[in-house]
């Protein structure tokens, strides 16, 4: 079936640092890829979602390219801010699917 | 302004009492979601419902009911609760399966000792 699966439990960084966390997902199909961010006490809120092969997804200084090839995901900021921290949850959708599969989660903590 | 709702935020219950978590949504959502959230293991989808009383399992149905008599109205049900099933639930919603986004709910912490 399909899955998602994200490497990194946790990731820390310093403010200013460049972030990667990695995406990878197994699907039978052609599915929706989504990034989705869940800060201390909240709920998963929807950061942004792709679509087709080499799209690229972007939503408050976070990106990510659809990459069939790699069957990759993955999420990418520039410089990170104390305020990003949170957990980032990798999720894929089939167009003719039910539900969304999602990731384990990444828990990122950066320190100011 | 597109939201949705869970109560209580917070439960205590006893093991063998009845639990009953409310969801709201009002953005006329047909599809609407019950996880449940543990430590390492993210996400994990406990009932979807398709519209009014139309209803399917996820991965982990086992021990859980559901109510949908109103589109904007979501229940989950744990009838005789177990101390396995604390946990933080999640209601969320979308206009459509797979490939659309869900909004979430801020999520009910139940603890059952």
């Known amino acids: 079936g399909d899955s998602v699966t994200q490497t990194e439990g946790q990731v820390a960084l310093s403010e200013e640092d460049f972030l990667t966390i990695h995406c990878n997902y197994s699907a039978s199909g052609y599915p929706a890829l989504f990034w989705y961010v869940q800060y201390p006490g909240e709920g998963p809120q929807f950061l942004f979602r792709?679509?087709?092969?080499?799209e690229k997804g972007s939503s408050r200084g976070f990106e990510a390219t659809y990459d069939k090839g790699t069957t990759s995901f993955h999420l990418r900021k520039a410089s990170v801010q104390e305020s990003d921290s949170a957990v980032y949850y990798c999720a894929l959708g089939e167009f003719a699917g039910t539900y969304q599969r999602f990731g384990t989660g990444t828990k990122l903590q950066v320190v100011p | 302004d597109m939201k949705v709702t869970q109560m209580p935020r917070y439960l205590i219950k006893r093991m063998g009492e009845n639990v009953l978590l409310e969801c709201g949504q009002d953005?006329?959502?047909?599809?609407m979601y019950w996880y449940r959230q543990d430590p390492g293991l993210g996400l994990q989808l406990i009932y979807i419902s398709y519209d009014v009383d139309s209803n399917s399992e996820g991965d982990i149905p086992k021990g859980y009911r559901v109510s949908r008599k109103k589109r904007e109205h979501f229940s989950l049900i744990l009838d005789s609760a177990k101390t396995n099933q604390t946990s933080v639930y999640f209601c969320?919603?979308?206009?459509?399966?797979?490939?659309?986004?869900?909004?979430f709910g801020p999520g009910t912490r139940l603890t059952v000792l």
């Open positions: 792709a679509s087709r092969d080499k």
């Open positions: 953005m006329s959502h047909e599809t």
């Open positions: 969320a919603s979308s206009t459509g399966t797979g490939a659309y986004e869900q909004y």
